[in-house]
Nanobody, 123 residues
């Protein structure tokens, strides 16, 4: 089992920055690809970013490319999402997820999920 706990959500104005963190505990952290998804009210869960086991490859959704950066810290067992140039359309609950299958952009490929953290961007 893997346990994921997100933190760092909050309220920002458009153009601002926010850094989310996901604390990972349980089974060996290095065997999992990690990702961030988000879900706005009334919408489907959307892929944001993913990173490979070793941290050498990353993958981003089109709506966040060039603005968001995913990273992982093996020493601290955490995954971070740095969000810059925030837009009102980034408002959503952000979820951390872990996959045994490797890099993927669909929710069904991910085996473990955190409880989510709210990000609100005002115009």
């Amino acid at each position: 089992q893997v346990q994921l706990v997100e933190s760092g959500g909050g309220l920002r104005q458009a153009g601002g920055s926010l850094r989310l963190s996901c604390a990972v505990s349980g089974r060996t952290f290095s065997y999992y690809a990690m990702a961030w998804f988000r879900q706005a009210p009334g919408k489907e869960r959307e892929f944001v970013a993913a990173i490979t086991w070793g941290g050498g490859a990353t993958y981003y959704g089109d709506s966040v490319k060039g603005r968001f950066t995913i990273s992982r810290d093996f020493a601290k067992n955490t995954v971070a999402l740095q969000m810059n140039s925030l837009k009102p359309e980034d408002t959503a609950v952000y979820y951390c997820a872990a996959s045994r299958q490797g890099l993927a952009s669909t929710p069904r490929e991910y085996n473990y999920w955190g409880q989510g953290t709210q990000v609100t961007v005002s115009s």
